[in-house]
Nanobody
């Protein structure tokens, strides 16, 4: 049973923007921290950012300012707005639910959505 489903990925030119969505079918979305992660080809998975159940946001130092995480608890959906994209942002992007800030460990994962930045 799919509990988290990402959407909005695709191909974009350098300098462009994309907004990813993460729809949750759990009944605990509003009480959980939600994380966004990415894995580029040949690299380890890295955290993009986490938004707490209260709406506090924590970002990877290298991405803060270009990427914005938000959530709509009424829709059980989280979002990742990505701006000024570069080829280095090409990766599979995952959302996750029930994430710990300190360890970045998350209990529930989506299957990911591909983002490709290329001219």
């Amino acid at each position: 049973q799919v509990q988290l489903e990402e959407s909005g990925g695709g191909s974009v030119q350098p300098g462009g923007s994309l907004r990813l969505s993460c729809a949750s079918s759990t009944h605990t979305f509003s009480s959980h921290n939600i994380g966004w992660f990415r894995q580029a080809p040949g690299k380890e998975r890295e955290m993009v950012g986490i938004i707490t159940r209260h709406g506090d946001r924590y970002y990877s130092d290298s991405l803060e300012g270009r990427f914005i995480i938000s959530r709509d608890n009424d829709k059980n959906t989280a979002y990742l707005q990505m701006n000024s994209l570069s080829p280095e942002d090409t990766a599979i992007y995952f959302c996750a639910e029930d994430c710990a800030i300190a360890t970045q460990y998350c209990d529930i994962w989506g299957q990911g959505t591909q983002v490709t930045v290329s001219s």
